[in-house]
Protein backbone atom coordinates (compact mmCIF):
# COMPACT_ATOMS: atom_id res chain seq x y z
CA UNK A 1 0.00 0.00 0.00
CA UNK A 2 3.03 2.63 1.00
CA UNK A 3 4.46 2.03 -2.69
CA UNK A 4 0.94 2.65 -4.75
CA UNK A 5 0.69 6.36 -2.13
CA UNK A 6 3.70 6.84 -2.77
CA UNK A 7 3.75 6.80 -6.33
CA UNK A 8 0.30 8.77 -6.34
CA UNK A 9 2.54 11.37 -4.44
CA UNK A 10 4.71 11.38 -6.95
CA UNK A 11 3.18 11.13 -10.38
CA UNK A 12 0.97 14.27 -8.52
CA UNK A 13 4.51 16.46 -7.82
CA UNK A 14 5.92 15.58 -11.29
CA UNK A 15 2.33 16.45 -12.48
CA UNK A 16 2.51 20.02 -11.00
CA UNK A 17 6.05 20.79 -12.09
CA UNK A 18 4.88 20.20 -15.71
CA UNK A 19 2.10 22.30 -15.09
CA UNK A 20 3.67 24.91 -13.73
CA UNK A 21 6.52 25.39 -15.81
CA UNK A 22 8.81 24.70 -13.58
CA UNK A 23 10.15 21.50 -15.36
CA UNK A 24 11.49 24.17 -17.61
CA UNK A 25 15.20 25.20 -16.84
CA UNK A 26 14.92 28.65 -18.52
CA UNK A 27 11.59 29.54 -16.23
CA UNK A 28 14.26 28.69 -13.20
CA UNK A 29 17.41 30.86 -14.85
CA UNK A 30 14.56 33.46 -15.45
CA UNK A 31 13.77 33.71 -11.68
CA UNK A 32 17.85 33.89 -10.76
CA UNK A 33 18.33 36.77 -13.57
CA UNK A 34 17.45 39.68 -11.29
CA UNK A 35 18.59 42.36 -13.76
CA UNK A 36 17.65 40.85 -17.16
CA UNK A 37 14.60 38.78 -17.67
CA UNK A 38 13.39 38.10 -14.50
CA UNK A 39 10.47 35.96 -14.32
CA UNK A 40 8.68 35.99 -10.44
CA UNK A 41 6.53 32.87 -11.16
CA UNK A 42 9.17 30.66 -9.42
CA UNK A 43 8.37 32.51 -6.06
CA UNK A 44 4.69 31.81 -6.68
CA UNK A 45 5.11 28.28 -6.82
CA UNK A 46 7.49 27.87 -4.02
CA UNK A 47 5.04 30.06 -1.91
CA UNK A 48 2.33 27.64 -2.78
CA UNK A 49 4.61 24.91 -2.42
CA UNK A 50 5.15 25.78 1.43
CA UNK A 51 1.72 27.03 2.31
CA UNK A 52 0.38 23.72 1.06
CA UNK A 53 3.09 22.30 3.33
CA UNK A 54 2.33 24.10 6.19
CA UNK A 55 -1.25 23.09 6.14
CA UNK A 56 -0.25 19.57 5.46
CA UNK A 57 2.35 18.88 7.87
CA UNK A 58 -0.40 20.54 10.63
CA UNK A 59 -3.30 17.83 9.75
CA UNK A 60 -1.19 14.92 9.23
CA UNK A 61 0.96 15.43 12.12
CA UNK A 62 -2.35 15.61 14.44
CA UNK A 63 -3.18 11.85 13.79
CA UNK A 64 -1.96 8.99 15.97
CA UNK A 65 -0.01 7.84 13.42
CA UNK A 66 0.20 7.83 9.21
CA UNK A 67 -2.23 6.31 7.16
CA UNK A 68 0.24 4.02 4.91
CA UNK A 69 2.65 2.96 7.93
CA UNK A 70 3.08 2.09 11.59
CA UNK A 71 4.72 5.16 12.87
CA UNK A 72 5.68 8.79 11.67
CA UNK A 73 9.86 8.79 10.37
CA UNK A 74 10.62 12.07 11.34
CA UNK A 75 14.47 13.38 12.15
CA UNK A 76 15.72 13.59 15.34
CA UNK A 77 18.72 15.32 14.79
CA UNK A 78 18.13 18.98 14.87
CA UNK A 79 21.04 20.55 15.62
CA UNK A 80 22.69 22.91 12.74
CA UNK A 81 25.97 21.49 11.42
CA UNK A 82 28.33 21.76 8.48
CA UNK A 83 26.52 19.62 6.51
CA UNK A 84 22.87 21.32 7.09
CA UNK A 85 24.84 24.35 5.87
CA UNK A 86 27.05 22.91 3.00
CA UNK A 87 24.47 20.52 1.38
CA UNK A 88 21.61 23.25 0.33
CA UNK A 89 24.63 25.01 -0.86
CA UNK A 90 25.89 22.55 -2.97
CA UNK A 91 22.10 22.25 -4.03
CA UNK A 92 21.73 25.51 -4.71
CA UNK A 93 24.75 25.87 -7.01
CA UNK A 94 24.03 23.03 -9.13
CA UNK A 95 20.23 24.21 -9.35
CA UNK A 96 21.56 27.96 -10.28
CA UNK A 97 24.03 26.49 -12.93
CA UNK A 98 22.20 23.81 -14.68
CA UNK A 99 18.58 25.53 -13.87
CA UNK A 100 17.30 22.30 -12.91
CA UNK A 101 16.46 20.91 -9.43
CA UNK A 102 16.29 17.42 -8.96
CA UNK A 103 12.32 16.29 -9.55
CA UNK A 104 12.07 18.98 -12.36
CA UNK A 105 14.99 17.06 -13.84
CA UNK A 106 13.54 14.22 -13.77
CA UNK A 107 10.46 15.20 -15.17
CA UNK A 108 12.57 16.61 -18.55
CA UNK A 109 14.67 13.83 -18.80
CA UNK A 110 11.35 12.33 -20.79
CA UNK A 111 11.25 14.27 -23.48
CA UNK A 112 15.29 14.81 -23.74
CA UNK A 113 14.78 18.12 -22.55
CA UNK A 114 18.18 20.36 -23.63
CA UNK A 115 20.88 19.72 -20.13
CA UNK A 116 18.72 16.97 -18.95
CA UNK A 117 20.86 14.18 -20.15
CA UNK A 118 23.84 15.35 -18.83
CA UNK A 119 22.91 16.71 -15.32
CA UNK A 120 20.86 14.03 -14.53
CA UNK A 121 23.67 11.38 -14.64
CA UNK A 122 25.77 13.99 -13.25
CA UNK A 123 23.92 14.36 -10.05
CA UNK A 124 22.90 10.65 -9.87
CA UNK A 125 27.02 10.26 -9.49
CA UNK A 126 26.77 13.02 -7.12
CA UNK A 127 23.90 11.72 -4.66
CA UNK A 128 26.14 8.55 -4.61
CA UNK A 129 29.01 10.03 -4.18
CA UNK A 130 27.50 11.76 -0.83
CA UNK A 131 26.23 8.81 0.28
CA UNK A 132 29.29 6.86 0.03
CA UNK A 133 30.99 9.43 1.90
CA UNK A 134 28.25 9.69 5.04
CA UNK A 135 28.87 5.71 5.19
CA UNK A 136 32.63 6.00 5.30
CA UNK A 137 32.72 8.50 8.15
CA UNK A 138 34.49 10.96 5.60
CA UNK A 139 31.52 13.77 5.65
CA UNK A 140 31.73 14.59 9.56
CA UNK A 141 29.03 17.04 10.43
CA UNK A 142 31.12 18.51 13.79
Known amino acids: MSFIVNLLIGLLFGLGLVVSGMADPAKVLNFLDLFGHWDPSLAFVMGGAVLTAFVGYRLVLSRQRPLAAQRFHLPDHTEI ?62
Open 81 to 142: DRAIILGPAIFGIGWGLGGFCPGPALTAITPAAAGTLAFVPAMAIGMAAARLLVASGTARTA
